[in-house]
Each structure stands twice: as structure tokens, then as C-alpha cells.
């Protein structure tokens, strides 16, 4: 399933999943940082492709937070990994 959703200036798209260049060991790694509810909100849209508005009404969760935890995904996977991947650190 590809989606695609304008979140304010921002372009969503599931079918982009940032963690395609990382190994199983540190996807695992990534997602136990992450607080239940986001790895919820992050696997729904990332892995199994649902809009914001169905994680929204799964989670019986606002829109808005659910974007706040995409956010927050991203600004971890940010600061975690992409960093640390042009040293080689975490590279396939």
C-alpha cells in the first residue's frame, strides 16, 4: 500500500520507509527507544502503510498526536542513526 499525506508544508509517504538501510539488529535497537506509543503510531504508518487518520482512530488517538509521534520518530531516527551512519557505525 503506498500513501502519501500533506501534513502542513510536509509531504508523508509511507512507501518510504527510513529504515530501509539499516540492518534487522539496529531497527530493533531503534525501536526499543521509542515509548510504546510511538513504536504503535511508527509501525502502522511506516510498516503497514495506514493513513493518519486510521492509526488515529485504532489508537483512539487525535490526528495531531499521531503526527507528533511521526515527528518524534523521525527526529530519533534523525539524531540516532543518520548521524552515526556516516561514520560507518551503523551501515549494512
Not at 502542513?8 to 529504515?19: I, K, T, Y
Not at 504503535?40 to 503526527?67: H, R
Amino acid at each position: 500500500m503506498i500513501t502519501n499525506e500533506l501534513v502542513g508544508d510536509m509531504q508523508l509517504e509511507a512507501s518510504v520507509n527510513p529504515l530501509s538501510d539499516f540492518d534487522e539488529e539496529v531497527i530493533l535497537s531503534f525501536l526499543s527507544t521509542m515509548s510504546a506509543s510511538t513504536r504503535a503510531v511508527f509501525n502502522l504508518f511506516y510498516i503497514e502503510g495506514f493513513l493518519i487518520k486510521e492509526i488515529s482512530q485504532c489508537l483512539d488517538m487525535k490526528e495531531g498526536t499521531v503526527k507528533w509521534h511521526l515527528s518524534e520518530s523521525r527526529a530519533k531516527l534523525k539524531t540516532n542513526f543518520y548521524g552515526q551512519l556516516k561514520y560507518g557505525v551503523y551501515a549494512k
